[in-house]
């Protein structure tokens, strides 16, 4: 069955780059971002990765791990991390699950069929510090995720559990948020100073704690 937005991001154990992990107790009270990829050695897998290691820093801003997984072999991924490093400019450092017997992919349901073979589809579960699935996104395997974006989603994530209120398209770290449809104007403008009302459901405030 799919994984679904709240649910508990389902507990394995498995060996990876950086020997066995039992993912909740590796996540431990992080965040975490597990990512499937289609296979390793292969172009646009190879950019992501290296994209994901060059971004530790900011992950590491916002208790984020990350966490890769393909149903190829650790040998192969580990032979693979020196691509990694030589494409993307910085050496390897988050674990790549090795799943051949496919029973991690199967219960996060990354393998799609239809998308060509039996390895999987490049998913994205974010997972909270109580193991709760926050986001997924599903891309097919010819389309390269926008890491821009898992970071930027993260950051919503975070502010919207701090604060009481929610991000309005295309937003970016700074700019204005939307008064959550629990908090009335008045208790808004109390909480936050500045409300502009557009439309009763729809008031503006500064985002919180810039
Ligand atoms: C790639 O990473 O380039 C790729 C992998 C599998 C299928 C298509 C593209």
Redesign the pocket.
């Known amino acids: 069955m799919a994984i679904r937005l709240g649910d508990i991001a389902p507990d394995f154990t498995a060996e990876t780059t950086e020997g066995t992990i039992a993912f909740h107790d590796w996540k431990d009270s992080s965040w975490a971002v597990l990512f499937s990829?289609?296979?390793d050695f292969?172009?646009?897998?190879?950019t992501e990765l290296g994209r994901t290691a060059s971004l530790k820093e900011e992950f590491d801003k916002r208790n984020v791990k990350a966490i890769a997984i393909s149903v190829d072999p650790v040998e192969s991924h580990l032979e693979w991390a020196g691509d990694i490093a030589d494409v993307g400019g910085t050496a390897l450092n988050f674990p790549i699950i090795a799943d051949p017997s496919k029973a991690v992919s199967e219960t996060y349901d990354m393998i799609h069929p239809g998308e060509?073979d039996t390895s999987t589809v490049r998913s994205v579960f974010i997972i909270d510090p109580a193991n709760k699935v926050r986001l997924t996104l599903t891309y097919p395997?010819?389309v390269g995720r926008n890491f821009d974006e898992v970071v930027r989603v993260i950051d919503a994530l975070q502010l919207t559990d701090r604060a009481t209120v929610s991000t309005p398209a295309d937003w970016q770290p700074g700019e204005r948020v939307i008064v959550a449809p629990a908090l009335s104007t008045v208790d808004a403008k109390e909480k936050f100073g500045e409300v502009e009302e557009v439309k009763p459901y729809l008031r503006w405030t500064p985002q919180p704690g810039v």
């Not at 292969?42 to 190879?46: E, G, K, Q």
């Open positions: 990829h289609p296979a292969t172009p646009v897998c190879t060509g395997k010819s």
